[in-house]
Structures are given as structure tokens and as C-alpha cells.
């Protein structure tokens, strides 16, 4: 919900305000918001791209469009601004001793995308990025920081076989305890009625038993 930051003296002002965070809200809109990643590893040597995306209540307009990308060494530095939106020109690198040539526009203003690339990554390029945007009649000036931490090496990627070992391990057991069960399920079944014949034999047997010793007493 777009926010409104000056403060009202009078009920004819705050009303106005809740009308217009109202109207805001009903038609979807949200406070200007700048989305970057609070740290970035980058191996030496190598390009990296520094990911800055915003979102605003109103669509770019070129003509009070505004935005920068900045450096610093430490948090306590001083900004060095090294490229700018132009409105005629769009997005400008600027003459950097530090950087020369190897910082690019990566993005998409269509897209809210103001990304940058910076190529052959230096120990020394490690520090503080801050993309600024803003964009009229959005009151809020957006501000997002980036530290990019430069690495010789980048860590292994985590190993999964141990993982998907145990995984397999346990889903192997547990087919077998599955396939187990099927297995002595079946085998009772099949039992049953041969239990059921064996008795009815032995009854029958016991049955004839009786019947030849009642003959045999029968007989004189």
C-alpha cells in the first residue's frame, strides 16, 4: 500500500490520505521497493553481475526518470558514482580510474531492471554498490545496497551422494520390509486352507478309526 510520509495537520488531510492509500490499494499498487542481495561472492577474475530490480506505484517515465549505481570502499567512504540513468542517453557508465571500462548495464528499464556486469573482478573491487532509484511522482527514493566479496576460490558445492546414498538405503529397506510383508501375507494365505485340509484329513482319519473298531467289536 503506497505510504504517505508527510504529516497531516488537519482532518481534511488525513482524509485525503485515506482516500488515496484507498484508492492505491484497491488498484494494486505498492510503496516503491529496491531488491538486491545483501552479499555477493565473486571469484577473481571472472564477470559478475550485481542484480538491482525495484518496484513502484507508476510506470517509468524517461523524462523524470532517475537512478545511479555508487561505490564504496567501506560503509564509512566516500560515494564514488560510476554509472547514471540519462534521459536522453539512458543508462551512462562514467569515467571511473577505478573501474575504466569494465562495468555494463545489464538490465531492463521496461522490466524495472537496473543490473549491472562488472567484468575481470579485482580483490580491490571488493566493497559497497548502492543502487538509487527514483522515479516521480513516487515520492520514495529507493536504496538498495550490495557488498561484493571477492574470492580466490569458490567453495565445493555441497556433495549430495552421502545424501542420496542414505536416501537410497532407506527407501531400499523399506521396499524390501513392503515387498517382506506382500511375501509372508501370501504365504499365510496359502497355508490356511492347507492347515484346513490337514485337519479335515486328520478328522477323517480318526473318523475311519473308530469306524473299523466298531466293526471289530460288532464282530463275534
Same mark, same amino acid.
Given at each position: 500500500?503506497? &505510504?504517505?510520509?508527510?504529516?497531516?495537520?488537519?482532518?481534511?488531510?488525513?482524509?485525503?490520505?485515506?482516500?488515496? @492509500?484507498?484508492?492505491? &490499494?484497491?488498484?494494486?499498487?505498492?510503496?516503491?521497493?529496491?531488491?538486491?542481495?545483501?552479499?555477493?561472492?565473486?571469484?577473481?577474475?571472472?564477470?559478475?553481475?550485481?542484480?538491482?530490480?525495484?518496484?513502484?506505484?507508476?510506470?517509468?517515465?524517461?523524462?523524470?526518470?532517475?537512478?545511479?549505481?555508487?561505490?564504496?570502499?567501506?560503509?564509512?567512504?566516500?560515494?564514488?558514482?560510476?554509472?547514471?540513468?540519462?534521459?536522453?542517453?539512458?543508462?551512462?557508465?562514467?569515467?571511473?580510474?577505478?573501474?575504466?571500462?569494465? @562495468?555494463?548495464?545489464?538490465?531492463?528499464?521496461?522490466?524495472?531492471?537496473?543490473?549491472?556486469?562488472?567484468?575481470? @573482478?579485482?580483490?580491490?573491487?571488493?566493497?559497497?554498490?548502492?543502487?538509487?532509484?527514483?522515479?516521480?511522482?513516487?515520492?520514495?527514493?529507493?536504496?538498495?545496497? $550490495?557488498?561484493?566479496?571477492?574470492?580466490?576460490?569458490?567453495?565445493?558445492?555441497?556433495?549430495?551422494?552421502?545424501?542420496?546414498? $542414505?536416501?537410497?538405503?532407506?527407501?531400499?529397506?523399506?521396499?524390501?520390509?513392503?515387498?517382506?510383508?506382500?511375501?509372508?501375507?501370501?504365504?499365510?494365505?496359502?497355508?490356511?486352507?492347507?492347515? $484346513?485340509?490337514?485337519?479335515?484329513?486328520?478328522?477323517?482319519?480318526?473318523?475311519?478309526?473308530?469306524?473299523?473298531?466298531?466293526?471289530?467289536?460288532?464282530?463275534?
Amino acid at each position: 500500500m503506497c &505510504s504517505h510520509e508527510q504529516k497531516m495537520s488537519c482532518g481534511v488531510q488525513l482524509m485525503s490520505a485515506a482516500l488515496l @492509500v484507498l484508492l492505491l &490499494s484497491l488498484s494494486g499498487c505498492s510503496s516503491m521497493d529496491v531488491l538486491v542481495s545483501s552479499k555477493i561472492n565473486a571469484l577473481n577474475g571472472t564477470t559478475v553481475k550485481i542484480p538491482c530490480t525495484f518496484t513502484s506505484c507508476y510506470k517509468i517515465d524517461a523524462t523524470k526518470f532517475s537512478m545511479n549505481w555508487t561505490y564504496q570502499k567501506t560503509i564509512n567512504d566516500t560515494e564514488e558514482m560510476f554509472i547514471k540513468y540519462d534521459k536522453k542517453k539512458g543508462m551512462v557508465p562514467l569515467r571511473s580510474d577505478f573501474f575504466g571500462d569494465r @562495468v555494463k548495464f545489464a538490465g531492463l528499464l521496461e522490466k524495472n531492471d537496473l543490473s549491472i556486469t562488472l567484468s575481470d @573482478v579485482q580483490l580491490e573491487d571488493e566493497g559497497f554498490y548502492t543502487c538509487y532509484v527514483i522515479n516521480p511522482p513516487d515520492r520514495i527514493h529507493g536504496r538498495g545496497v $550490495i557488498e561484493l566479496i571477492v574470492v580466490t576460490e569458490l567453495p565445493p558445492p555441497r556433495d549430495s551422494t552421502i545424501a542420496v546414498a $542414505i536416501g537410497a538405503s532407506v527407501g531400499g529397506a523399506l521396499a524390501l520390509l513392503i515387498l517382506s510383508m506382500v511375501v509372508v501375507k501370501c504365504l499365510r494365505r496359502h497355508q490356511k486352507p492347507e492347515l $484346513i485340509s490337514e485337519e479335515k484329513m486328520e478328522e477323517e482319519g480318526k473318523l475311519d478309526a473308530e469306524g473299523v473298531a466298531e466293526e471289530g467289536t460288532k464282530q463275534p
